[in-house]
């Protein structure tokens, strides 16, 4: 079992931009699939960018051409660059990791580990 540790999330206005970070502790980092999610009040946990363990990458088609994942393996660390925020893009995001391949990248019962989430809200 892993430990994933959020950072990066705040306030901005519509248009704006932030970057979120997951610290991973543990062991095999490239060897987990790993992905960001978030949950708005009263809605289900939504996947929003992932990568599989070959770095193949998925995106949710509403943050497509406006979020990017990435990861740094010297710091084992996970990245979602959020652009052109929305004040839909608000809610509260999770980092996830699941050792090996998903099946199904973006759905949040693929992964057994999550951070505690960094909250990110977005004004109009």
């Known amino acids: 079992q892993v430990k994933l540790v959020e950072s990066g999330g705040g306030s901005v206005q519509s248009g704006g931009s932030l970057r979120l970070s997951c610290l991973f502790f543990?062991?095999?980092?490239?060897?987990?699939?790993k992905g960001w999610f978030r949950q708005a009040p009263g809605k289900e946990r939504e996947g929003v960018a992932v990568m599989d363990r070959d770095g193949s990458l998925q995106y949710a088609d509403s943050v497509k051409g406006r979020f990017t994942i990435s990861q740094d393996n010297t710091k084992n660390t996970l990245y979602l660059q959020m652009n052109s925020l929305k004040p839909e893009d608000t809610g509260m995001y999770y980092c996830a990791a699941r050792r090996g391949y998903t099946a199904f990248p973006l759905s949040a019962k693929e992964y057994g580990d999550w951070g505690q989430g960094t909250q990110v809200t977005v004004s109009s």
């Open positions: 543990g062991y095999g980092f490239n060897q987990y699939s």
